[in-house]
């Protein structure tokens, strides 16, 4: 019994060794980030029907506003193609100024800090555990991340 533990750990732990060499293998399709830039790099955690799954990627950073207006700022998420690899690749070149709505507020009113991304629709991404999410976006730009997932509805379809 005790011979196969062994097995199946040493098993287990030369399958992990792999996977991480074949992460670190991959990065090196990503070069380093030009002067001004940042490259970020998610690793997602694999999951049982990826397929079901999407990440939205969102750019921008935390700014002081007021809290009735929406806020975003222009510039545009592009993607590329890593020439060799095939791999995609994120990149926001600049974040541009900040635009949002003019509704009018009691100038008294207290500032709040709050996350303003780029504007325009969301990016929404395979979700590829196998690859990193790598972005690049000016040093004072912030990336996240939110994981969305379908799940089965029952439907009901008149037809008619």
């Known amino acids: 019994m005790l011979k196969h533990i062994l097995a199946l750990s ?4 030369g ?3 792999m996977a991480q060499q074949s992460s670190q293998d991959n990065m090196k ?3 380093p980030a030009e ?28 700014v002081e506003v007021d809290t009735v207006n929406r806020f975003f700022f222009s510039g545009s998420l592009e993607e ?15 974040l ?19 996350f303003v991304r780029l504007g ?8 590829n555990s196998k690859l ?12 996240r991340l939110r994981v969305w997932v379908a799940t089965p509805q029952p439907l009901t379809i008149n037809e008619g």
């Open 10 to 13: 040493t098993l287990l732990l």
């Open 15 to 17: 399958s992990l060794a």
């Open 29 to 31: 399709a990503y070069p």
């Open 35 to 62: 002067e001004g830039m940042k490259r970020v790099v998610v690793h997602l955690e694999p999951k049982q029907e990826e397929d079901d799954y999407r990440i939205e990627l969102m750019v921008g950073k935390a």
């Open 80 to 94: 590329e193609t890593i020439q060799g690899w095939g791999f995609p690749k994120y990149i926001v070149k600049q």
């Open 96 to 114: 541009g100024p900040l635009a949002g709505t003019r509704i009018g507020t009691d100038p008294d009113q207290p500032k709040a800090k709050r």
């Open 120 to 127: 325009g629709e969301p990016k929404l991404l395979r979700y």
């Open 132 to 143: 990193p999410v790598v972005v690049y976006v000016p040093k004072d730009a912030e990336v």
